[in-house]
């Protein structure tokens, strides 16, 4: 044990710092269960004791990775034994809920769902949403600019912080805690920090943009007959909804198939459909929007677009629908199983599924393809199973090389990690990773703030 941990220890308090058995016992992330290597977690209450850790760590040449809830599916908080982890999991305050402003300020620990149950409280929306969102932290949720469910209304994380307090590798506090939406005063540093994956500092408050709370939901559960069909749908619902229009979630038949096969979700549609996709619109006149919501649908049916639909008609039928697009831990049925988050043009995606599938199959006996997506903002889910593990760099050489030429994404929403690290050149160019690693060089110079991640 590295005296740091002693030093640690005699600053914060025995509780503010696991070690041995207390931190063997915690997962590496979501989907490694096996234990966390660090020499030790340590737990502050305070910017001001992140900033304390930070310092002495700095001091004594010790690296640190920043925790939160552990959602992350791309390495991105992975720890080594001589490494110390650092949880904000004490860090749970919602400090202040300005209803004038729209804003809510929070400690990093937040869970997501928390900050959704006090902005509901006071009759706001904070749009962020995900199936984790049990789990996964605000500060997790900034330093990975999560996406999510409603991006297509409401944007990525990026779009919904006004203010940010951050600990820089020397544990230096950077606190640019705004809540005003024009501050046009040079380089926005907040940024610096959001996406970043907790390599250039550490997320410890915000500021949240909240929306209002929505006076009406309509949600409906559509069939298509082929891709083209998917698209216009998508277009005739943004244009004809005036905005109202937050999540077009669309699911290839295998997605579809896999979640409703029999003992899991009862199918509202019948599943020889090609495609479907969970629609969802948020407005602020219920009787009119229901309407409205209505005579879109029969539209793009009397069109040839929309094959068949089911609309939820109370919130306990909208949430089942949602649970048919949400609960992807069927997806671990499969073995192999690898899974992806891409991005790429709406209109490239259907030729480069099916160039996919049609590479699995030349390589791979009876491999599996599922597709799924939040379509609407171009960014698409894939689950594959073939092969053996051993096969993992050749499925992802298969997935990732078309999407350069598509000038397309490795990563929608989960990051970079360590997992996509190889394959960064793919969607940036050598200038802007240059760029990235000066700016890494630049404030963390010895490279001790969650070393190895990103570049």
Not at 18 to 29: H, I
Not at 185 to 210: H, N, P, S, Y
Not at 374 to 398: I, M, P, R, W
Request: with cysteine; proline share 5%; net charge neutral.
């Amino acid at each position: 044990m590295h005296p740091v941990v002693d030093l640690i220890r005699e600053k914060l308090g025995d509780t503010a710092v696991l070690t041995g058995d207390d931190v063997t016992a915690r997962p590496v992330s979501r989907i490694i269960k096996s234990g966390c290597a660090a020499m030790a977690i340590i737990r502050p209450r305070s910017t001001e004791e992140v900033a304390l850790v930070m310092r002495l760590c700095h001091d004594a040449g010790v690296a640190v990775v920043p925790r939160g809830g552990m959602t992350g599916l791309v390495g991105g908080t992975l720890v080594g034994p001589h490494e110390i982890a650092l949880s904000l999991e004490r860090m749970t305050g919602i400090e202040e809920v300005d209803t004038l402003t729209q804003t809510m300020t929070v400690q990093a620990g937040v869970p997501l769902q928390a900050i959704q149950d006090a902005a509901a409280a006071h009759d706001l929306l904070f749009p962020l949403d995900l199936g984790a969102r049990g789990s996964a932290t605000i500060g997790g949720n900034i330093a990975t600019n999560a996406g999510g469910n409603k991006v297509l209304r409401y944007g990525m994380v990026r779009d919904m912080v006004l203010g940010l307090e951050a600990v820089l590798p020397d544990g230096e506090i950077v606190s640019s805690m705004f809540k005003i939406l024009k501050n046009n005063t040079g380089v926005d540093l907040k940024q610096l920090f959001i996406g970043t994956e907790g390599t250039l500092g550490i997320v410890t408050r915000a500021v949240l943009r909240l929306q209002p709370a929505p006076r009406s939901r309509q949600t409906m559960l559509g069939a298509f007959r082929d891709f083209a069909a998917v698209t216009r749908m998508l277009a005739h619902m943004r244009a004809a909804s005036g905005g109202n229009l937050s999540s077009y979630e669309v699911m290839w038949r295998d997605y579809y198939m896999l979640l409703t096969a029999p003992g899991r979700h009862a199918p509202p549609l019948d599943q020889n459909h090609p495609f479907y996709a969970l629609v969802e619109c948020e407005g602020a006149d219920p009787a009119g929007d229901d309407a409205a919501f209505q005579a879109h649908l029969e539209a793009a049916m009397e069109r040839g677009w929309l094959a068949d639909a089911v609309i939820a008609r109370s919130e306990a039928e909208r949430l089942q629908l949602w649970r048919i697009r949400d609960d992807v831990h069927y997806l671990t049925t499969l073995s192999p199983l690898f899974v992806f988050d891409v991005s790429l043009p709406v209109s490239a995606m259907d030729a480069y599924v099916k160039d996919l599938r049609a590479a699995l199959q030349r390589r791979w006996a009876d491999p599996t393809l599922i597709s799924y997506g939040h379509l609407g903002d171009g960014n698409l889910h894939l689950a594959l199973s073939c092969g053996t593990a051993a096969d993992k760099e050749a499925v992802e050489q298969l997935v990732y090389t078309p999407l350069q030429a598509l000038r397309g994404s490795v990563s929608a929403e989960h990051g970079i990690g360590v997992d996509k690290k190889k394959y960064l050149g793919v969607t940036r160019t050598p200038a802007e990773i240059r760029l990235m690693r000066a700016l890494k060089a630049a404030i963390d110079p010895a490279g001790r703030l969650n070393p190895g991640k990103i570049v």
